[in-house]
């Protein structure tokens, strides 16, 4: 009785024991699948970003070969013609000025106010989050109190002074921008967006209008002494 | 006895209940990682080789049109006026960024840090390169005096963005992923001084982000390659100044 009791409880155990084993060796081999099968869908989706992007990009690519043509055509059309040839020449002189910044411009847009008494609190980081998300929401001119944003423009936090464009701006900071006023205003308080941060240590204010004026860059601020044509034939 | 028997027999069921249910999840798996693979997979890189080829296939249409457009305006400056104007058009299309230049500056890589294998959602914020710290480079540069930024071969101009895009960066509309090369053309040591100077750098390799700042020489920065039209579309100019200018 007692022999036949030992062996049962002995049966019993071995059961358990390949059990258990099979359980973790299933459990491994499960795991292990999982993690191919994340690795591939990692894969299927950095397939599919990489798709967008491309499309993307095409995107813009087509519309600059659309104007490069349009172009072209006017400079068919006007071959043999030199007064035409120096009117196209005029044209695209005025079209990069405004580019380059070197106009005045005006145009709907809003203005970002950030109030005079908190002005010891803001930073470069916040001017610049509040113009990188305007620009974002193709912002077409922007300005800082009135200095004119251009390529090379630099915010600096300077013993409590904002210098933008080499020069001290004073409070209140208003940053201007010409702009899709309904966008510009969406994007700057989307929940998590560049204001949300912000308004937690200074009253920001921001407004739609009609009529942004935003002056140009004044022309000695910019230097291209350190830039050399890259030469092609 | 008896009791004896059964037992057995429950032993060979027991095994052959696991050996299935092993068999059966294995195989479903199998099945799933296959439909993934070779459905899905081979389509998605057969859209992407089309798009690329496209892609090419436009830039090789613009850079003919540019060039064609170039001898249009060469043959065209050839009494005084028309030469003037061509002066300034090259002036105004070098300040644009409309022209691939080069010179004398630094190269920064920006890379997200070699992530510890098991990092939660929060922390992994901490490892990757963001907006901010893009924004942050670029702001350093053009206080060193920068006269020329690109990155990854994007040139920056006045209005160009750099966000978050999921898991890429956005730059002049077109998007990027790590790494990030920052090129500046300036004055090497002087951006080298004001990039260093800061604690910016010092704080995302503290991360273990991977950033790398070289000077030299000869870098090149590409032209602006998007449409310039899109720039000003918005854009009233409000006093002809054609009077002021030279």
């Known amino acids: 009785m007692k022999a036949k009791r030992v062996s049962r409880n002995i049966s019993i155990a071995l059961i358990c024991v390949i059990l258990g084993l099979a359980l973790s060796w299933q459990f491994q081999s499960i795991r292990s699948n999982a993690k191919v099968m994340n690795l591939e869908s990692q894969k299927k989706d950095d397939l599919v970003v990489k798709i967008l992007n491309e499309q993307k990009n095409n995107e813009n690519l087509r519309a600059k070969l659309n104007e490069l043509q349009v172009q072209l055509n006017k400079f068919e059309s006007a071959r043999g013609n030199s007064d035409e040839n120096l009117k196209l020449l005029t044209d695209e002189i005025q079209k990069l000025k405004t580019v380059a910044g070197l106009t005045d411009v005006k145009g709907k847009g809003v203005t970002v106010t950030f109030a005079k008494e908190d002005s010891l609190n803001v930073e470069d980081d916040d001017l610049l989050f509040v113009l990188n998300e305007l620009r974002a929401t193709d912002a077409q001119a922007l300005a800082i109190n009135d200095q004119r944003i251009i390529d090379t423009t630099e915010v600096r936090v300077a013993g409590g002074y904002i210098m933008v464009n080499g020069r001290h701006v004073t409070p209140p900071y208003v940053i201007k921008a010409i702009v899709d006023p309904d966008n510009a205003v969406n994007a700057l308080n989307m929940i998590g967006g560049a204001l949300e941060k912000i308004k937690l240590f200074i009253d920001v204010h921001v407004e739609k209008s009609d009529n942004i004026e935003i002056p140009k860059i004044s022309e000695e601020l910019i230097r291209t002494d350190k830039l050399k044509p890259v030469e092609k034939d | ?246």
């Open chain 2, 1 to 246: 006895m008896k009791f004896r028997d059964n037992i057995f027999i429950l032993f060979i069921i027991f095994i052959w209940l696991g050996a299935l249910a092993t068999i059966q999840i294995r195989s479903t798996v199998d099945m799933q990682r296959q439909n993934a693979e070779t459905l899905d997979l081979g389509k998605l890189k057969d859209q992407l080789d089309s798009k690329i080829k496209l892609g090419e296939s436009y830039k090789a249409q613009i850079t003919k049109l540019e060039n064609d457009k170039e001898v249009f305006i060469k043959a065209s400056s050839t009494n005084a006026a028309n030469v003037q104007s061509k002066m300034e058009l090259d002036y105004l299309r070098l300040i644009c960024g409309l022209t691939d230049i080069t010179g004398d500056g630094v190269i920064i890589t920006l890379n997200d840090a070699e992530g510890p294998d098991v990092v939660d959602a929060d922390s992994v914020m901490d490892y990757i390169i963001h907006d901010s710290d893009i924004l942050n480079v670029v702001n350093q540069l053009r206080i060193g005096g920068a006269q020329a930024i690109s990155i990854n071969n994007e040139r920056i101009i006045s209005t160009s963005e750099q966000v978050c895009a999921g898991p890429t960066i956005k730059v002049n509309s077109n998007r990027y992923a790590v790494p990030y090369e920052i090129k500046a053309i300036g004055d090497p040591r002087e951006l080298y001084a004001t990039l260093t100077g800061n604690g910016l750098i010092d704080e995302m390799t503290t991360l273990g982000k991977r950033v790398t700042i070289t000077q030299k020489e000869g870098i090149e920065i590409p032209k602006f390659s998007n449409d310039i039209s899109g720039l000003i579309s918005k854009l009233e100019v409000v006093n002809n100044e054609s009077k002021k200018s030279k």
